[in-house]
């Protein structure tokens, strides 16, 4: 399959299409936050698309420490919390609302969040991605954000709107950013 042109800012459609054109398409999935530097990365390595939404949850409803803290893999991270909360009784709302997400053909388990270092990354890139997120209705990065990397059995990782990393109490409640893989 041919790889096609991707910017930082474009939106990203149903059917792996992009463009930089917010109405090229039906069903804009959301901004194109991250892209990764590896040109030849296979599919799903390829970049990171911002959904539009955000929502504000605690990151747990109970403390208890998971292990689960990787900071490159939020794909991962987000499918072990939700095994990890069915197998222990325990709520992970962030996770678990970016695990269900399914708006404009996203299908629920496509989506997450984001792990430490890649929500940092889109953050990073919050002056490209904000001023599209605007041109469709969406919530533009500028508050605290989740990340699905545990610090400790009452802490998370999170990103502020600046980029910087810090751990707050999992009962906090917080802004939630879904992302998928392309």
Not at 13 to 25: E, L, T, V, W
Not at 28 to 54: F, H, M, S, Y
Not at 134 to 146: E, P, Q, Y
Not at 171 to 177: E, L
């Amino acid at each position: 399959m041919e790889k096609k042109e991707v910017k930082l800012g474009w939106y990203a459609f149903a059917g792996g299409k992009f463009s930089a054109d917010p109405n090229a398409y039906p069903n804009c999935q959301g901004v194109v936050a991250w892209l990764n530097p590896n040109t030849n990365a296979p599919a799903g390595k390829r970049g990171l698309i911002l959904a539009p939404d955000e929502v504000k949850l605690v990151w747990s409803d109970k403390n208890c420490e998971t292990g689960i803290d990787d900071e490159e893999d939020g794909q991962a991270n987000t499918l072990k919390l939700i095994v990890y909360g069915k197998e222990h009784g325990i709520n992970f709302p962030a996770a678990e609302w970016c695990y269900a997400y399914s708006k404009n053909v996203v299908k629920p388990g496509e989506g997450f969040l984001p792990a430490l270092n890649q929500l940092k990354r889109i953050i990073d890139n919050r002056f490209l991605i904000n001023p599209s997120l605007l041109k469709i209705g969406g919530k533009i990065l500028n508050d605290w954000a989740w990340s699905s990397s545990e610090y400790g059995d009452r802490t998370a990782r999170f990103v502020f709107a600046d980029g910087c990393r810090y751990q707050n109490l999992k009962g906090s409640s917080f802004v939630v950013r879904c992302v998928i893989a392309f």
